[in-house]
């Protein structure tokens, strides 16, 4: 299974991607929490990367594909995956391509997750996630047990700079610019199904499950 989750910022890429990790035996490879990885390392990608994503903007397309081609062909090599994040950019799709030629691979799916701008705002301005495991939350529709801790792993919870007012703005421009163009390209090629994701995080489940 390998999987392209495709959806403006907040839509619930990582929390489908979650659900469908835990129910297809895959693993999720988001490139946000890499490059989050990067920064709390404290490594001269991370420093690069913490001024762009605090701008709402895009990192460079060579350093992401670099980055997956490490995790998917070099490093790790896992079967099933599914892609949160990445591509973003139709250079990032197309060297994507490359390296599925290149190492004798294919794509089997992109799942395009929609909802409406103002609902995703909402999602973006409650989130918290969870500074050891990545695990995300909702203050209302999906609140932790004890506030302010990790149900998962008991770590600390927090909010993400790039879930500031401002910069939510940028990033949908950005999205609307450079990642919305990806839809009209994997349609092209049969690959996009869309998944209505305004109801709750179960129901857009079942319908992903229906899809898969
Ligand atoms: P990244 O971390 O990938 O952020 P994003 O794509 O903007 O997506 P988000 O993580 O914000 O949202 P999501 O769709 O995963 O929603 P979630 O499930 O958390 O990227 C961050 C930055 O890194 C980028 O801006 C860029 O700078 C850089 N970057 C990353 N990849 C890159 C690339 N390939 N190229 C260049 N730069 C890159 O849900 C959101 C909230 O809603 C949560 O609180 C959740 O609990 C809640 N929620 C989810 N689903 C539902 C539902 N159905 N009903 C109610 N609430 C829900």
């Given at each position: 299974m390998k999987i392209i989750l495709l959806g403006p910022p907040g839509v619930g890429k990582g929390t489908q991607a979650q659900k469908i990790c835990r129910?297809?035996?895959?693993?999720?490879?988001?490139?946000?929490?890499?490059?989050?990885?990067?920064?709390?390392?404290?490594?001269?990608?991370?420093k690069k990367a913490d001024e762009?994503?605090?701008?709402?903007?895009?990192?460079?397309?060579?350093?992401?594909?670099?980055?997956?081609?490490?995790?998917?062909?070099?490093?790790?090599?896992?079967?099933?995956?599914?892609l949160d994040g990445f591509p973003r950019?139709?250079?990032?799709?197309?060297?994507?391509?490359?390296?599925?030629?290149?190492?004798?691979?294919?794509?089997?799916?992109v799942l395009l997750l929609e909802a409406p701008e103002n609902l995703i705002i909402d999602r973006l301005a409650a989130r918290r996630s969870c500074k050891v495991c990545n695990q995300v939350y909702h203050l209302v529709n999906m609140p932790p047990k004890v506030p302010g801790l990790c149900d998962k792993c008991g770590g600390e919870l927090f909010q993400r700079e790039d879930d500031k007012p401002e910069t939510i703005k940028n990033r949908l421009?950005?999205?609307?610019?450079?990642?919305e163009p990806l839809a009209s390209y994997y349609r092209e090629k049969g690959l996009l199904r869309t998944v209505d994701s305004t109801d709750s995080p179960e129901d857009v489940h079942a319908r992903i499950k229906k899809i898969l």
């Open positions: 129910d297809y035996n895959a693993v999720q490879i988001s490139t946000g929490d890499m490059l989050r990885n990067e920064i709390k390392g404290g490594t001269e990608l991370g762009i994503i605090k701008a709402g903007k895009l990192v460079s397309d060579d350093i992401i594909l670099g980055m997956i081609e490490n995790k998917l062909f070099v490093k790790d090599k896992p079967v099933n995956y599914i950019t139709i250079p990032q799709a197309l060297g994507l391509d490359e390296m599925y030629a290149k190492y004798g691979e294919k794509l089997d799916l421009k950005v999205y609307t610019e450079q990642t």
